[in-house]
């Protein structure tokens, strides 16, 4: 009986269906690569020995123990100072440049050359911090001769006035203090009107005052604040 009902069913044309081979397209031929028809492609190889960089190049070598290290030092210290000590004894040994110009020099000590070099404008001045002296009034270190105070309690900054500060704020000039024995600073006489002087006294500074005190006829500031206090006074 199931023979007879395999028989049946393979008598069945379309019950299982025969796959019949398909054409398949035919595949495309390869292209072959291009090659380089200039010359043969060289081998990469290593470069020769003598162009190679050294064994652990750029690496720092520290052969030097320590010991030897600190005895090396050591002694250079005390070449240094047995240098240093030579110098010493002959005279030769560099000391630090000063300003030439001292706080408490003589008439006498006045050379023409300081005279000279006595500022005039303020573009005569020349700055330096390191060789300069410093304007009381203005405060600017420039090298040109600054006034020397003859009170024996001043010194230093105090009784230093350039030249177009001493002029234009107080009508006196530099080479005419400086010959003088006799001469002492503004600030000695109570009469200094810079901007340190006048607040250590509870005052404002008075600032580019010159062209104001020229305008209203006066030579210098001094005279012009001068005129300001006496008129308040008379007011009073």
Request: proline share 5%; with cysteine; net charge positive.
């Amino acid at each position: 009986q199931l023979a007879q009902l395999l028989a049946e069913l393979n008598s069945i044309p379309d019950l299982f269906p025969v796959k019949t081979p398909t054409s398949t397209p035919s595949k495309q031929k390869k292209i072959p690569r291009r090659t380089f028809s200039e010359g043969q492609i060289a081998r990469r190889m290593n470069p020769t020995r003598n162009a190679r960089p050294p064994e652990k190049f750029a690496l720092e070598k520290f052969t030097v123990s320590t010991v030897k290290f600190a005895e090396r030092f050591c002694s250079y210290r005390q070449q240094n100072l047995l240098k240093r000590f030579h110098m010493g004894d002959c005279g030769v040994r560099k000391r630090r440049r000063s300003s030439k110009y001292s706080s408490h020099r003589r008439v006498e000590d006045i050379t023409e050359e300081d005279l000279d070099n006595i500022a005039i404008t303020v573009k005569d001045k020349i700055y330096d911090k390191v060789l300069g002296s410093t304007c009381h009034q203005c405060r600017q270190k420039t090298i040109d001769t600054k006034t020397i105070c003859r009170n024996q309690g001043c010194g230093g900054v105090r009784g230093q006035f350039c030249g177009p500060c001493l002029r234009n704020r107080y009508g006196e000039d530099v080479k005419s203090a400086l010959l003088d024995p006799a001469w002492i600073c503004p600030p000695c006489r109570g009469v200094c009107n810079c901007s340190y002087c006048r607040r250590q006294d509870g005052r404002c500074a008075t600032g580019m005052l010159i062209h104001l005190a020229k305008f209203y006829g006066y030579n210098n500031v001094k005279e012009y604040l001068e005129s300001l206090q006496k008129q308040l006074v008379d007011d009073n």
